[in-house]
């Protein structure tokens, strides 16, 4: 349905489950497509299942001059950037009373610096071109909150607050930035709690059932197609009916 | 005019969508020439592009009018 033939997207953690399915999207819909994450290894698995219009970019997002330099890597590599999926994040849980400077910098500057940087530094040549898509992978956290969770939800939800501001900014030059908040969705992640768990957890989601990461990569789809091209400083929530925000 | 003045002249015209003759040596971007933020952000962009040359952001932020823009150019090329 939606064609990004020519189009040039790199992905953050693609590495993952949700990342994974976000980079098989956009390349199964013609995007040449950037596999950023900090582990190799499954950035080739997935670079060889994949097969042509694919570039392997690792990089570590808690180094600042990596993270600045990524972006123009991905540029040079691909013929150019359209496309930015900032879906890398760490989570570091913790009690708020008992949480460290650490656990608290480390979450930030992961996931909302990370991404203020890729950003910052994909923005000047989609201006030049006058077109390009930012899709910031946020959180129904982010909007809810989490007991244990309060480093996450801040950035999650400083995301959301920081791309409203981007889309404000660049909107009269035919780039739009917005957010997808997933709710809880089945990756490697949450296959490790117990069914007791699980049922808990899917008790209180409308739908009955934990999202999957294709689910996730068709929102992001749709914001990087040509259609949303009218949908800017948004946040898309794919959780099922968790939160209806 | 200066080489440097004639090609800055036309990259401002361009951009902005100016008469030529606004574009005095003390024309303001964005007083004068009707020029947003992010258009200055551009025109320094195109200045870079144009002349091979790299502006840093704080330089950016002191080159306010066209003179501003041909003295920086001048120097720096």
């Known amino acids: ?21 976000i980079a098989r999207a956009l390349h199964g819909a013609g995007a040449v497509v950037g596999l950023s994450g900090t582990r190799v290894e499954p950035l080739n698995a997935l670079a060889a299942e994949l097969g042509d219009r694919v570039h392997v970019l690792p990089c570590n997002l808690s180094d600042p001059e990596a993270v600045d330099a990524l972006p123009k890597v991905a540029a040079a590599a691909m013929g150019g950037l359209d496309i930015l999926v900032n879906n890398a994040g760490i989570t570091r849980d913790q009690v708020f009373m008992r949480m460290s400077d650490d656990d608290w910098q480390s979450v930030l500057d992961v996931n909302l610096t990370s991404t203020m940087r890729l950003c910052r530094g994909s923005i000047r040549g989609m201006m030049k071109a006058r077109w390009g898509r930012i899709v910031n992978i946020s959180s ?12 996450y939800a801040a950035s999650k939800a400083g995301m959301v607050g920081m791309t409203k501001s981007i889309a404000y900014e660049v909107a009269s030059r035919g780039i739009t930035a917005n957010c997808v908040a997933p709710g809880f969705i089945a990756t490697a992640m949450t296959d490790k709690l117990n069914d007791d768990q699980k049922d808990k957890i899917n008790a209180q989601i409308p739908a009955a059932r934990m999202g ?17 091209g009218y949908v800017t400083g948004a946040t898309l929530h794919v959780n099922g009916g968790m939160a209806m925000l | 005019m200066s080489d440097v003045a004639d090609r800055v002249k036309k990259i401002v015209v361009e951009h902005l969508g100016v008469e030529e003759d606004k574009v005095t040596e003390s024309a303001s971007f964005i007083d004068d020439l009707g020029a947003d933020s992010l258009d200055t952000v551009e025109l320094v962009m195109a200045f870079e592009e144009e002349f091979g040359i790299e502006i840093p952001d704080d330089a950016a932020e002191g080159i ?8 920086f150019i001048s120097d720096a090329a």
Not at chain 1, 1 to 21: E, H, N, P, Q, Y
Not at chain 1, 140 to 151: R, Y
């Open chain 1, 140 to 151: 129904i956290v982010g909007a809810t909150g989490n007991p244990g969770q309060a480093n």
């Open chain 1, 212 to 228: 999957t990461p294709e689910e996730i990569a068709a929102a992001v789809l749709y914001l990087a197609s040509e259609e949303a």
């Open chain 2, 64 to 71: 306010q009018t066209f003179g501003d823009a041909v003295k």
């Open chain 1, 1 to 21: 349905m939606f064609d990004l033939t020519g189009k040039t997207a790199l992905v953050t953690g693609a590495s993952g489950g949700i990342g994974g399915a």
